[in-house]
């Protein structure tokens, strides 16, 4: 069983089409990459995989799950981090992972008790009461990425979520979710369009202009095309 | 979905809106300041113009502040459900919208959770106002209070379901404006909340009629008879098939597939 399975998926706001009969799937335990440049569908996509918008064509499964026919059973094995930022500012750090903790069902002490073990990997299990309007940027994606993780997802949606952070942030982020991957058997969904955090071994997709135009191990695409910035620019300049 | 993980989402979702409450201290202080100033100014104002007669529940005749109270409580309700659509819209500009919206459970589960939790929090603001006009020596009975209890929980979720409703469709923050003009104040003064509906048909047959059609006016007098222990029927009823209305419309309008919030992702 895969842990994300997209077949056909087509989506489109009005006359324009925002991803085009397209196809992708995520191995249990595996870090998949979604790379695409600016417009070229991720945010579309990560909001069509969590639900906010129904799929016009085409299936999403999530561990056998179809999202349209069990999304509840198919929602509950995914964590996602969003581009935007979701946390309540008014709130402290705590309160806001109780407040998701509740939304997925878990105790008040279960929740307690996997913030802090969540937290404490980044190092911020001093930072809990803490409000969140008084992180950092960078604080707060590990709050974020923390969160998405309390309740314990087979799958994890990461979406672009190191833009506008530092380089040694960035790649605390990224390395502690590749971590994840190995320790948990965790699938991740990785969505970037900066080329430095695609790794040789990751599984790649290529998006542009709504459509897959390059799949495979990202180590492929890189012995392809010289480099991997000649191989993608090569790939998303030419015409859909 | 289960019982306990509902349950669980719905004390979250609870415990969410009461910190938030609680940290808004100018909205909390204007919430409870508003309907006493009303009481205090315009109650004062208008006892010597306004004459009423004897209406029920009320067996005697009574102080025009006696006859505002319920209303003005009902204007509480009605200012904060109809806030709930702004901190919706907030909510959805800042992104913690998604939060709620991905959570494993039916999205009219949520919605209905985030109403009641909302109600919830305001319903000992209500309850602060009223045991304050007794300073203006409005005095139900006692078990009044305890009576009113349903009332105002129902009253409280059938505005706070129109509010939900509105938000949906609430493009920015900016356009509360728009639900404070055209909804608030014309719910407000077309109902029986500051006069009787007898002196609504001398003045205005047409107002008068508006106002028996407007869920507000309802809500006020099921607030009002509850208050002296009695029941009015047809206001209860009218507020639990607005409720069903507004809540039923809610659900379907963020529905991600039909409604205003998939129309919204198409403009």
């Given at each position: 069983?895969?842990?994300?399975?997209?077949?056909?998926?087509?989506?489109?706001?009005?006359?324009?089409?925002?991803?085009?009969?397209?196809?992708?799937?995520?191995?249990?335990?595996?870090?998949?990459?979604?790379?695409?440049?600016?417009?070229?569908?991720?945010?579309?996509?990560?909001?069509?995989?969590?639900?906010?918008?129904?799929?016009?064509?085409?299936?999403?499964?999530?561990?056998?799950?179809?999202?349209?026919?069990?999304?509840?059973?198919?929602?509950?094995?995914?964590?996602?981090?969003?581009?935007?930022?979701?946390?309540?500012?008014?709130?402290?750090?705590?309160?806001?992972?109780?407040?998701?903790?509740?939304?997925?069902?878990?105790?008040?002490?279960?929740?307690?008790?996997?913030?802090?073990?969540?937290?404490?990997?980044?190092?911020?299990?001093?930072?809990?009461?803490?409000?969140?309007?008084?992180?950092?940027?960078?604080?707060?994606?590990?709050?974020?990425?923390?969160?998405?993780?309390?309740?314990?997802?087979?799958?994890?949606?990461?979406?672009?979520?190191?833009?506008?952070?530092?380089?040694?942030?960035?790649?605390?982020?990224?390395?502690?979710?590749?971590?994840?991957?190995?320790?948990?058997?965790?699938?991740?969904?990785?969505?970037?369009?900066?080329?430095?955090?695609?790794?040789?071994?990751?599984?790649?997709?290529?998006?542009?202009?709504?459509?897959?135009?390059?799949?495979?191990?990202?180590?492929?695409?890189?012995?392809?095309?010289?480099?991997?910035?000649?191989?993608?620019?090569?790939?998303?300049?030419?015409?859909? | 979905?289960?019982?306990?993980?509902?349950?669980?989402?719905?004390?979250?979702?609870?415990?969410?809106?009461?910190?938030?409450?609680?940290?808004?201290?100018?909205?909390?202080?204007?919430?409870?300041?508003?309907?006493?100033?009303?009481l205090g100014?315009?109650g004062?104002?208008?006892?010597?113009?306004?004459?009423?007669?004897?209406?029920?529940?009320?067996?005697?005749?009574?102080l025009?502040e006696v006859?505002?109270v319920?209303?003005?409580?009902?204007?509480?309700?009605?200012?904060?459900?109809?806030?709930?659509?702004?901190?919706?819209?907030?909510?959805?500009?800042?992104?913690?919208?998604?939060?709620?919206?991905?959570?494993?459970?039916?999205?009219?589960?949520?919605?209905?959770?985030?109403?009641?939790?909302?109600?919830?929090?305001?319903?000992?603001?209500?309850?602060?106002?009223?045991?304050l006009a007794r300073i203006w020596n409005v005095?139900?009975?006692?078990?009044?209070?305890?009576?009113?209890?349903?009332?105002?929980?129902?009253?409280?979720?059938?505005?706070?379901?129109?509010?939900?409703?509105?938000?949906?469709?609430?493009?920015?923050?900016?356009?509360?404006?728009?639900?404070?003009?055209?909804?608030?104040?014309?719910?407000?003064?077309?109902?029986?909340?500051?006069?009787?509906?007898?002196?609504?048909?001398?003045?205005?047959?047409?107002?008068?009629?508006?106002?028996?059609?407007?869920?507000?006016?309802?809500?006020?007098?099921?607030?009002?008879?509850?208050?002296?222990?009695?029941?009015?029927?047809?206001?209860?009823?009218?507020?639990?098939?607005?409720?069903?209305?507004?809540?039923?419309?809610?659900?379907?309008?963020?529905?991600?597939?039909?409604?205003?919030?998939?129309?919204?992702?198409?403009?």
């Open positions: 069983m895969k842990a994300l399975s997209i077949q056909g998926l087509s989506h489109a706001f009005g006359h324009r089409e925002a991803l085009r009969a397209l196809d992708l799937c995520v191995e249990k335990g595996r870090f998949a990459v979604l790379l695409g440049p600016n417009g070229a569908g991720k945010t579309t996509l990560v909001s069509l995989l969590t639900g906010l918008y129904a799929a016009q064509h085409g299936e999403i499964s999530i561990l056998g799950h179809s999202l349209r026919k069990s999304p509840l059973e198919a929602l509950a094995a995914l964590g996602v981090v969003f581009q935007s930022p979701t946390l309540d500012l008014d709130l402290s750090v705590i309160e806001n992972l109780r407040y998701h903790a509740s939304l997925r069902g878990l105790t008040h002490s279960e929740a307690d008790l996997r913030a802090k073990a969540e937290l404490s990997r980044f190092g911020m299990e001093e930072r809990t009461r803490d409000k969140v309007r008084s992180l950092s940027g960078g604080l707060r994606r590990r709050v974020e990425i923390a969160r998405a993780l309390m309740h314990a997802p087979q799958l994890l949606i990461v979406d672009e979520v190191t833009a506008g952070l530092d380089v040694a942030t960035r790649q605390l982020l990224m390395t502690h979710v590749r971590r994840l991957c190995d320790e948990r058997i965790l699938s991740v969904l990785w969505t970037t369009h900066l080329l430095d955090e695609v790794q040789p071994d990751d599984a790649l997709y290529v998006l542009h202009r709504g459509m897959i135009c390059w799949q495979g191990n990202a180590g492929g695409l890189m012995q392809e095309g010289g480099s991997l910035t000649d191989a993608f620019l090569r790939l998303t300049e030419r015409p859909a | 979905m289960s019982i306990s993980h509902a349950l669980r989402a719905l004390a979250g979702i609870a415990r969410r809106e009461s910190l938030k409450i609680t940290g808004q201290r100018g909205r909390l202080a204007s919430a409870i300041v508003r309907p006493l100033v009303w100014l315009f004062a104002g208008f006892r010597s113009v306004l004459g009423l007669s004897i209406i029920p529940p009320y067996e005697t005749y009574i025009y006859y505002i319920p209303g003005l409580a009902a204007m509480m309700l009605l200012f904060h459900g109809l806030q709930s659509s702004l901190s919706m819209v907030y909510d959805r500009e800042m992104g913690s919208m998604r939060v709620l919206l991905t959570a494993p459970l039916p999205r009219w589960w949520l919605l209905t959770a985030r109403l009641i939790a909302n109600t919830l929090a305001v319903i000992p603001l209500v309850y602060l106002f009223l045991l005095r139900p009975p006692a078990l009044g209070y305890v009576a009113a209890f349903p009332a105002i929980l129902l009253a409280g979720m059938m505005l706070g379901a129109l509010g939900l409703f509105l938000s949906s469709f609430i493009r920015q923050l900016e356009n509360f404006a728009g639900v404070m003009n055209f909804v608030i104040f014309p719910m407000f003064f077309a109902s029986t909340a500051l006069y009787p509906l007898w002196r609504l048909e001398d003045v205005s047959p047409s107002l008068a009629w508006i106002a028996s059609l407007n869920p507000f006016t309802h809500a006020v007098e099921m607030i009002r008879f509850a208050l002296y222990l009695q029941v009015d029927p047809l206001a209860s009823i009218i507020c639990v098939l607005a409720l069903i209305g507004c809540l039923a419309l809610a659900v379907w309008s963020y529905d991600p597939g039909r409604g205003f919030w998939a129309q919204r992702m198409t403009d």
